[in-house]
């Protein structure tokens, strides 16, 4: 029923929908992966359905509610052209006494429109975008991924729009280009809106990143003044992510909690030229099989993040364990996932007794060994569904959770230490 809707929607037909509470967790679970949480729907208890009266009840606002949504419900900053939604307008203009007062109507009307995550946007003018064209050589009607509930287009120019409004720089594009294209490049799930919080962490690699002023030094996930560009790079990625995939109406946030990392973004260098860090320490790109100093954006997407600053990773491995969500059901799945990532900073590196003369290697296969969840615990994170009903386990998880290892230590959240992938970064 709600796929049926939103593929009429998608050709520019008007749809609105009555269903009773028993279908709502399927009909809403289908509009919502869509991206489209303001959709012209109704709920009614199916017990008023049973009778004459009951039914002569709901009528009036049935009727209200259907015509409301037939003739207004539609985006009117947008149309449908050659079977693709585009803004109504070339270019948006408002004219106000002055230009505080503009930029106050601009932001007011972008965020009506689905566009704003709710922080000041920066007006992307005509002038504005061609110079954050500027900053690649790449066309701008160059397409670098389809993506989202709509198939949407990332074109260079698109990306340069949302960047202007996010407040980065030329320079940054090439950054936000390559996070966008590794995004795009994996197939979008339908899950993703509605029972996930993922925000994607950028890591960046090679020297390009230290000419822009990406933070790899103190405070590395968080501001600092001497390396700006790691938050409107961040921020650029996540509202390009929102704005760009929802026919003109945005991704709309999730019936979760949500995920702070979705408003300036998670992004980081890897710190590659500290002394102290020495052999079994290459960075992410070697590691991926590039050569030293290339030019390397890697993404990931995260749920959470856990701090341990303790002495031993015990601590920090005890704070893991699977989210229900994204636990592989397949071989191929487990072995290719990536479970987490390890971020060691420099302090933590000469600090006695906390890494004496671990490697990366050797910190991945001892977080693999002490990070697992006993059997029963496993059973009652894992074997249920979003809604936590229990269910059976496939083939594989059968097979996995026969393994004598697992049986006597508990399952590992990762099938091997590769799948844990260590960067170094901050605290120095």
Do not use: C
């Not at 199916?46 to 009840?57: L, R």
């Not at 585009?86 to 972008?110: D, G, I, K, M």
């Not at 026919?247 to 979705?262: D, E, Q, V």
């Amino acid at each position: 029923m709600g796929s049926i809707a939103i593929t009429l929607e998608e050709k520019g037909i008007p749809t609105v929908t009555l269903y009773n509470e028993r279908h709502e967790e399927r009909f809403m679970g289908v509009v919502l992966s869509k991206g489209y949480i303001d959709y012209p729907g109704i709920n009614f208890n199916e017990y008023e359905t049973f009778t004459s009266e009951g039914i002569k009840g709901l009528a009036p606002e049935a009727f209200q509610f259907i015509e409301k949504g037939l003739m207004n419900w539609r985006p009117q900053h947008m149309i449908l052209k050659d079977d693709k939604w585009v803004p109504s307008e070339e270019a948006f203009t408002y004219t106000e006494q002055t230009f505080l007062e503009a930029e106050e109507s601009f932001n007011s009307s972008y965020l009506e429109m689905g566009w704003g995550d709710g922080l000041p946007l920066v007006p992307p003018t005509r002038e504005h975008v061609n110079t954050m064209l500027g900053g690649t050589p790449i066309s701008p009607e160059t397409i670098i991924g389809i993506w989202g509930p709509s198939n949407a287009e990332f074109s260079i120019e698109k990306i340069a729009v949302v960047s202007a409004m996010a407040g980065a720089r030329p320079e940054y594009m090439p950054v936000i280009i390559a996070a966008l294209k590794a995004i795009t490049s994996v197939k979008w799930d339908s899950y993703w809106p509605v029972m996930r919080s993922a925000a994607p962490l950028v890591i960046v690699n090679g020297p390009y990143a230290k000419k822009i002023g990406i933070n790899s030094s103190s405070n590395a996930f968080g501001p600092n003044h001497r390396y700006p560009a790691n938050g409107s790079i961040g921020r650029a990625v996540n509202l390009a992510l929102s704005v760009i995939p929802g026919n003109g109406r945005g991704i709309k946030p999730s019936n979760l909690a949500g995920n702070t990392g979705t408003y300036a973004g998670i992004v980081i260098a890897e710190s590659e030229d500290v002394s102290s860090l020495g052999a079994g320490w290459e960075p992410v790109s070697v590691q991926l099989g590039y050569p030293p100093e290339t030019n390397l954006v890697t993404v990931l997407g995260i749920d959470q993040m856990n701090m341990s600053v303790m002495g031993s990773l015990a601590n920090l491995a005890a704070g893991i364990a699977p989210n229900k969500d994204i636990w592989p059901q397949s071989q191929k799945v487990w072995e290719e996932q990536y479970a987490g990532v390890l971020v060691v900073t420099e302090m933590q590196r000469v600090t006695a007794g906390l890494m004496g003369d671990a490697t990366k290697a050797g910190y991945a296969k001892e977080l693999w060994d002490m990070a697992r969840v006993p059997l029963e615990k496993f059973k009652g994170l894992v074997l249920t569904d979003e809604f936590g009903r229990p269910t059976e386990p496939g083939n594989f998880v059968k097979t996995l959770l026969a393994e004598q290892d697992v049986i006597k230590k508990g399952v590992p959240v990762a099938a091997a230490p590769g799948n844990f992938l260590v960067v170094a970064t901050g605290g120095h």
